[in-house]
T-cell receptor, first 116, second 109 residues
Framework: DTEVTQTPKHLVMGMTNKKSLKCEQHMGHRAMYWYKQKAKKPPELMFVYSYEKLSINESVPSRFSPECPNSSLLNLHLHALQPEDSALYLC???????????????FGPGTRLLVL | DAKTTQPPSMDCAEGRAANLPCNHSTISGNEYVYWYRQIHSQGPQYIIHGLKNNETNEMASLIITEDRKSSTLILPHATLRDTAVYYC??????????FGAGTILRVKS
């Protein structure tokens, strides 16, 4: 099973709201990723977690706060977002065995976020 | 910036082979080439990867030139469901995927 699930599928929030995106995998993977994809653009990496520790932050604004409470779960907490943050947020996972090396990533279907 | 360059779009007739090229002239000796695709509004899907030898799986074949500076993804019998954006990626340290613009493949009946 190579399934990564993401909830919710769609989210509409105001600029003063606090919301969270959830990502889950049960493949025993120890690396998890958040990507952001704006309309008609390719995905862009935001964060990488390796063994539940944040290993890469691609200079993402602090209004995005990732959390990895256990090896199967990855959250993205959202606070005081701007309309330009509206995008498809994708989660992915990989085995995490190769350290900094190359591994296949398995993506979830994404959460489509609209900020009003 | 992405380490690869791909044509922006290609058309293919249904049932025919789709051959998608990718240039990665700065690839290092131990770096793999990965291919993913993204069907409209879905998450990217892994297709295949390779280092120097040609590879084949149930979805596609990957042909890598001997100098490793370019590769071709082959979908042997394209169907309408293969219409998607195809990304050729050389992962960076930390398993970072830097997506370029990819190739929009349109399969037509």
């Amino acid at each position: 099973d190579t399934e990564v699930t993401q909830t919710p599928k769609h989210l509409v929030m105001g600029m003063t709201n606090k919301k969270s995106l959830k990502c889950e995998q049960h493949m025993g993977h120890r690396a998890m990723y958040w990507y952001k994809q704006k309309a008609k653009k390719p995905p862009e990496l935001m964060f990488v977690y390796s063994y539940e520790k944040l290993s890469i932050n691609e200079s993402v604004p602090s209004r995005f706060s990732p959390e990895c409470p256990n090896s199967s779960l990855l959250n993205l907490h959202l606070h005081a977002l701007q309309p330009e943050d509206s995008a498809l947020y994708l989660c992915a996972s990989s085995q995490g065995l190769a350290g900094g090396y190359q591994e296949t990533q398995y993506f979830g279907p994404g959460t489509r976020l609209l900020v009003l | 910036d992405a380490k690869t360059t791909q044509p922006p779009s290609m058309d293919c007739a249904e049932g025919r082979a789709a051959n998608l090229p990718c240039n990665h002239s700065t690839i290092s000796g131990n770096e793999y080439v990965y291919w993913y695709r993204q069907i409209h509004s879905q998450g990217p899907q892994y297709i295949i990867h390779g280092l120097k030898n040609n590879e084949t799986n149930e979805m596609a074949s990957l042909i890598i030139t001997e100098d490793r500076k370019s590769s071709t993804l082959i979908l042997p019998h394209a169907t309408l469901r293969d219409t998607a954006v195809y990304y050729c990626i050389v992962p960076e340290y930390g398993n970072k995927l830097v997506f370029g613009a990819g190739t929009i493949l349109r399969v037509k009946s």
